[in-house]
């Protein structure tokens, strides 16, 4: 099974920041992609899925680019409640078998 | 909205007892998953299945076992626990394409 690749961080931004995450991937074939965020020790939540023209959801914005494989999430005027760990997931297509990246920690401090 | 239960939050077994960590999902999805969560290892694959009595291996089945009688639930059966098996497990289901997976809110196994 191909890796998914993510940047672990932690990414240690003040309040009101805005911070970006990439998650690149190695299987061209894949063919949906979401954004998790999961709190200390408790199970990942679905944040975004992540479409090819772009999405947004308020602060959050995802992107994907096909040609140089990688997913990303962007984060503006960043809370302290945006503190957390963020998977990008990618499911290739034929047989539904999601791969996780081991995500970016981010922490917002005052 | 999609909900998936599993049976027990905390659990402590001894080594060498059989464990059962049961995972419930009530959106008649085909795709279930389990997973382990171990800190730097991020979460792996240990067995999913497409649909009632199906199953797949996925990265890490060795020590596993799953059992799927009705599409609702799929059961993780550690064999002999061992105290390498201690983690967080965590069940998650999806639909048919391009669905999303909704998680359990997982289990966390001490094995002693």
């Known amino acids: 099974r191909k890796e998914v690749e993510q940047d672990p961080g932690p990414f240690n931004v003040p309040e009101g920041a805005t911070v970006a995450f990439n998650c690149t991937y190695s299987?061209?074939?894949?063919?949906?992609f979401f954004w998790y965020r999961q709190d200390c020790r408790k199970e990942p939540k679905l944040l975004m899925s992540v479409y090819s023209s772009g999405n947004e959801d308020g602060r959050f914005t995802a992107q994907l680019n096909r040609a140089s494989q990688y997913i990303s999430l962007l984060i503006r005027d960043s809370k302290l409640s945006d503190s957390a760990t963020y998977l990008c997931v990618v499911n290739t297509g034929g047989s539904y078998i999601p791969t996780f990246g081991r995500g970016t920690s981010l922490i917002v401090h005052p | 909205d999609v909900k998936v239960t599993q049976s027990s939050r905390y659990l402590v077994k001894r080594t060498g007892e059989k464990v059962f960590l049961e995972c419930v999902q009530d959106m008649d999805h085909e795709n279930m998953f389990w997973y382990r969560q171990d800190p730097g290892l991020g979460l792996r694959l240990i067995y999913f299945?497409?649909?009632?009595?199906?199953?797949e291996k996925g990265d890490i089945p060795e020590g596993y076992s799953v059992s799927r009688e009705k599409k609702e639930r799929f059961s993780l059966i550690l064999e002999s626990a061992s105290t390498n098996q201690t983690s967080m497990y965590l069940c998650?289901?999806?639909?048919?394409?391009?669905?999303?997976?909704?998680f359990g809110n997982g289990t966390r196994l001490t094995v002693t």
């Open positions: 299945s497409y649909d009632v009595k199906m199953k």
């Open positions: 998650a289901t999806a639909g048919q394409g391009d669905s999303p997976l909704h």
């Open positions: 299987n061209s074939a894949s063919q949906s």
